[in-house]
């Protein structure tokens, strides 16, 4: 014979719409913004000078579920030629927050050196136009299920070439849910 009670008939009914409202909520797409590009590192490679630099970029989550994501790589164009990258590592952020993520990247001043006569105009303007994509893949869990995740995020930055502070910016993410 089975004990059968009504506290846990409740808890059951409870769990079992919280589980179902979780799942049928619309996922939201993260919301990305660059706060700040930082020179680390200039190195020597004659005749040109490769650099380091550290993006700060403020994430949001607006979701009700935490999400776990794997590492991945941002390609960072300029004039339409590929300038550098910038690394993400592997990591997870909790539901309905925000965080600052710094990402190393490698610039090739070779491929500057190809759009050098637009880099000088872009310098006497003070308007150099960045563009930036990356995939990220994850998964956001509910409850006991994971559902994988991947999120396509394009940027569009202007930055002043002198003091490499962030002038303007267009993001834009969509993101894909697997439910399985």
């Not at 004990?3 to 179902?20: E, L, P, R």
């Not at 136009?129 to 893949?137: G, K, M, P, R, S």
Request: charged share 15%; with cysteine; proline share 5%.
């Amino acid at each position: 014979m089975v004990n059968w009670s009504w506290t846990s008939a409740v808890i059951g009914a409870a769990t079992a719409v919280a589980t179902s409202a979780l799942i049928s909520a619309k996922p939201k797409d993260p919301k990305f913004h660059l706060v700040s590009v930082n020179i680390t590192n200039f190195k020597l490679s004659l005749p040109l000078v490769d650099t380091e630099v550290v993006l700060t970029v403020h994430v949001t989550n607006p979701n009700a579920v935490p999400i776990h994501y794997s590492s991945t790589e941002m390609s960072i164009f300029y004039a339409g030629s590929l300038l550098g990258s910038a690394q993400v590592s592997a990591g997870s952020q909790p539901p309905n927050s925000c965080q600052l993520l710094h990402l190393p990247a490698r610039l090739s001043s070779k491929e500057l050196a190809h759009h050098a006569v637009q880099l000088m105009s872009d310098v006497r303007k003070r308007e150099m136009v960045l563009d930036a994509t990356v995939y990220i893949e994850g998964v956001a869990r509910v409850v006991w299920w994971g559902h994988k995740f991947k999120v396509h995020v394009e940027s569009h930055v202007t930055v002043d070439p002198v003091f490499l502070d962030v002038v303007d910016q267009e993001n834009k993410s969509d993101l894909e849910l697997f439910v399985t």
